[in-house]
């Protein structure tokens, strides 16, 4: 079974700093895409950025030049770094892990952009 386990989330002031991380353990062989997505209360989950275990990455309009997401495969640990936070970047996020057919999301982490 494969867990992940998410921490760094967290109260900043607007214009601040975070940095979220995400790591999986149980029985991997190789995970290929991880992730983080959020959601706002009242509002759908999205996606806020991806990466490849090649390293390509993708993220959401609303966070491009302002977050980026990086990994260490070794560890199969990622992370997402967010600066310039803004209130509308006040959400539950959530990690995910994919690998053939399966997938398996995080607990969340809340992160707190305060105006």
């Known amino acids: 079974q494969v867990q992940l386990v998410e921490s760094g989330g967290g109260l900043v002031q607007a214009g601040g700093s975070l940095r979220l991380s995400c790591a999986a353990s149980?029985?991997?062989?190789?995970?290929?895409?991880m992730g983080w997505y959020r959601q706002a209360p009242g509002k759908q989950r999205e996606l806020v950025a991806a990466?490849?275990?090649?390293?390509?990455?993708n993220y959401a309009d609303s966070v491009k030049g302002r977050f980026t997401i990086s990994r260490n495969n070794a560890k199969n640990t990622v992370y997402l770094q967010m600066n310039s936070l803004k209130s509308g970047d006040t959400a539950v996020y959530y990690c995910?892990?994919?690998?053939?057919?399966?997938?398996?999301w995080g607990q969340g982490t809340q992160v707190t952009v305060s105006s």
């Open positions: 995910k892990a994919d690998w053939g057919s399966f997938y398996v």
């Open positions: 990466i490849t275990a090649s390293g390509s990455s």
């Open positions: 149980g029985r991997i062989r190789s995970i290929n895409t």
